[in-house]
Every structure is written in structure tokens, then in C-alpha cells.
């Protein structure tokens, strides 16, 4: 077994203890007979459970894709990259959810090294976005607005539906309700970003349907009552 293999086996070992069991209940000896090596061959290769940990988080979390995602999309209309990525990021914490909700669980007993792993993680992901908000407020395609915050207030919106009020509202037959709410989400919040072009531009154009937005939200609203 090559030195690469044996790594991706402990580190799929590791996301699924820790996914059961949350950092703290996880023992490097038991991811490491879940991985089928010794423990002694889990720390060649990863000096710490803390080192473990980060390493898991840093290749299992949504930032390997966001990294994938931004470059493609520097050219896309501000819409449809908002879109992929939050569509991207609702999938990821899916596919994560039991990993998100231990480690939510134990969060306030976690050692501050813990704590650090997923600040930083989560400190790459909304500096990535709010750079790409920064780079279109430059080309002059969005208003003024603070980046930082912007990038938080998307990413976190996803996050509460995926992690609250999803636990409600869907279950694993429903997968298109979250493929609605990241529709009518990204109507909303690229609404409330755009820059808008001075009164006397849109003289003589065609009305906007300008109610498309305010029926999406009710049509959201009646579906989740």
C-alpha cells in the first residue's frame, strides 16, 4: 500500500469517527484500526489528533471546493456564480451534516487549538467571497457595501437553512426544496447588491417584472407552511 493510499484511508477513517463521535469521543487508535493500519503508522503521517483533525477539515469542507469554484466563475454573470455557490455549499454541508452537527454540539468544550481549526478554515472560505465582491465592486457591478459582512450573510444564510431550517422543513425525498431556496435566496441578495444604474439610464426601457422576486418569497413561504 503507497504512502498516498494509506493517508486518504486514515483520513476517511478519521471523517467517519469524527462524524460519529465528534472530536473528543474519537480515539486515534480506533480511526486508526478503522483505517486498518497500526497507530504508530497513523502518526507518521500525522503527528497529533489536532493535526489529524485539520487535515480532515481542510480536505472534507467546503473550502478545497470554494477554491475549485472562484476561478471559473470570475467571468460568469454575478447570478449564476452566486448560485453554483451556494448550491456547492448547501451539497457540502449535506453531505457533512453529521460531522456539522457534533462538532456544533461539543463546541463549547472544545481546546482552543480546536476552535482555531475552524476559524481558520472558515476565515479562508468568506475572505475568498468577499475578495470576489471586492474585485466586481471594482469593475463597478456592485454598490458599496462591506464585503466581509456580505460574505458572512450569504454564507451564513445558507448555513441557518441547512442546519435549521431544513432539519424542519426537508427530508431526503425533497431535495428540490433546497435547490428553491438557493434560487429564490440568490434573487434576494443579488437585488439587494447590484449597483443600479442613475433613473435617466432606464427611461424609454421596458418595465421590469418587477414583482418576480416578491412571488418567488411568497411562493417559499406558502410551501413551508
Not at 78 to 103: G, K, N, P, Q, S
Not at 115 to 122: A, N
Not at 140 to 147: A, K, N, Q, T, Y
Not at 177 to 194: C, N, S
Request: net charge positive; hydrophobic share 45%.
Amino acid at each position: 500500500m503507497s504512502a498516498e493510499t494509506t493517508r486518504d484511508r486514515i483520513l476517511e477513517a478519521a471523517l467517519k469517527l469524527f462524524s460519529q463521535k465528534g472530536f473528543l469521543g474519537a480515539t486515534t487508535r480506533e480511526i486508526a484500526r478503522e483505517a486498518g493500519v497500526a497507530e504508530v503508522t497513523l502518526f507518521r503521517h500525522v503527528p497529533t489528533k489536532e493535526a489529524l483533525f485539520q487535515e480532515v477539515i481542510r480536505r472534507y469542507s467546503f473550502l478545497p471546493a470554494m477554491k475549485g469554484l472562484l476561478p471559473g466563475l470570475e467571468k460568469a454573470p454575478y447570478r449564476e456564480a452566486l448560485l453554483a455557490i451556494a448550491c456547492r455549499f448547501l451539497a457540502t454541508l449535506d453531505e457533512r451534516r453529521d460531522l456539522v452537527r457534533i462538532m456544533l454540539a461539543e463546541r463549547h468544550i472544545y481546546p482552543s487549538q480546536v476552535r482555531g481549526i475552524f476559524r481558520g478554515m472558515l476565515g479562508e472560505v468568506f475572505g475568498m467571497l468577499a475578495d470576489y465582491f471586492r474585485r466586481l465592486q471594482r469593475r463597478g457591478v456592485l454598490r458599496d457595501f462591506d464585503p466581509d459582512d456580505a460574505a458572512r450573510a450569504f454564507l451564513g444564510a445558507c448555513f441557518a437553512y441547512m442546519h435549521g431550517l431544513g432539519f424542519f422543513f426537508e427530508d431526503a425525498a425533497d431535495r428540490k426544496r433546497r435547490e428553491r431556496f438557493a434560487a429564490e435566496f440568490v434573487d434576494l441578495f443579488v437585488e439587494g447588491t447590484l449597483k443600479r444604474r442613475p433613473a435617466a439610464a432606464e427611461r424609454g426601457k421596458p418595465a421590469r417584472r418587477g414583482n418576480s422576486t416578491k412571488a418567488g418569497s411568497e411562493r417559499w413561504t406558502a410551501r413551508t407552511r
